[in-house]
T-cell receptor, first 114, second 115 residues
Framework: GENVEQHPSTLSVQEGDSAVIKCTYS??????FPWYKQELGKGPQLIID?????GEKKDQRIAVTLNKTAKHFSLHITETQPEDSAVYFC?????????????FGGGTRVLVKP | GAGVSQSPSNKVTEKGKDVELRCDPI?????LYWYRQSLGQGLEFLIY????????KSGLPSDRFSAERTGGSVSTLTIQRTQQEDSAVYLC?????????????FGEGSRLTVL
């Protein structure tokens, strides 16, 4: 089945700097790659997603890039703010054989220092 | 509210007891997922319901775990003869019609502690 690896597991940045989180996936048939943000005591919430027919997508201070050949995708947060502190999860939806479910990475705990 | 509701929010039980966790999805959402989040770990898929189709149970870790979804709405995850390794946060999510439309809406989870 699909396997998703996420790095780094923790990331500390100064307010205003950029943060980058990287994920790799194993199933070349995967076609949907969302990113979720989980604040303390809450459930994960979708912040951005990208489909396999697109290489890059941007929404204000966040952007996601996808390299299908290398089977990796990344989340970029620019001009970080303290409210960006949270755990971020990447995920991938595998091909038909994998079923209609997401496989998540292990998460990245991001701390933005004021 | 209109979000996914889970109960109980916290459950402490003794090893060997059975527990039931409940999920109320967003009204009108046909897809419902259960995931497990162990301390400091990612989300592990357990089971997926879509409308009246047979559920995808491929993520259930053992036969002590089962889930049902009555009337296409509320779902209950049951863990029999709980073990300490079952301690985790159990997250439920619903979606308008599965991943074809993208977003999963998660509840806040049920934290299970097995002593």
């Amino acid at each position: 089945g699909e396997n998703v690896e996420q790095h780094p597991s923790t990331l500390s940045v100064q307010e205003g700097d950029s943060a980058v989180i990287k994920c790799t996936y194993s199933d070349s048939a995967s076609n949907y790659f969302p990113w979720y943000k989980q604040e303390l005591g809450k459930g994960p919430q979708l912040i951005i997603d990208i489909r396999s027919n697109v290489g890059e997508k941007k929404d204000q201070r966040i952007a996601v890039t996808l390299n299908k050949t290398a089977k990796h995708f990344s989340l970029h947060i620019t001009e970080t703010q303290p409210e960006d502190s949270a755990v971020y999860f990447c995920a991938a939806k595998g091909g038909k054989a994998a079923g209609n479910k997401l496989t998540f990475g292990g998460g990245t705990r991001v701390l933005v220092k004021p | 509210g209109a979000g996914v509701s889970q109960s109980p929010s916290n459950k402490v039980t003794e090893k060997g007891k059975d527990v039931e966790l409940r999920c109320d999805p967003i009204s009108g959402h046909t897809a419902l997922y259960w995931y497990r989040q162990s301390l400091g770990q990612g989300l592990e898929f357990l089971i997926y319901f879509q409308g009246n189709s047979a559920p995808d149970k491929s993520g259930l870790p053992s036969d002590r775990f089962s889930a049902e979804r009555t009337g296409g709405s509320v779902s209950t995850l049951t863990i029999q003869r709980t073990q300490q390794e079952d301690s985790a946060v159990y997250l439920c999510a619903s979606s308008l019609s599965g991943l074809a439309t993208g977003e999963l809406f998660f509840g806040e989870g049920s934290r299970l502690t097995v002593l």
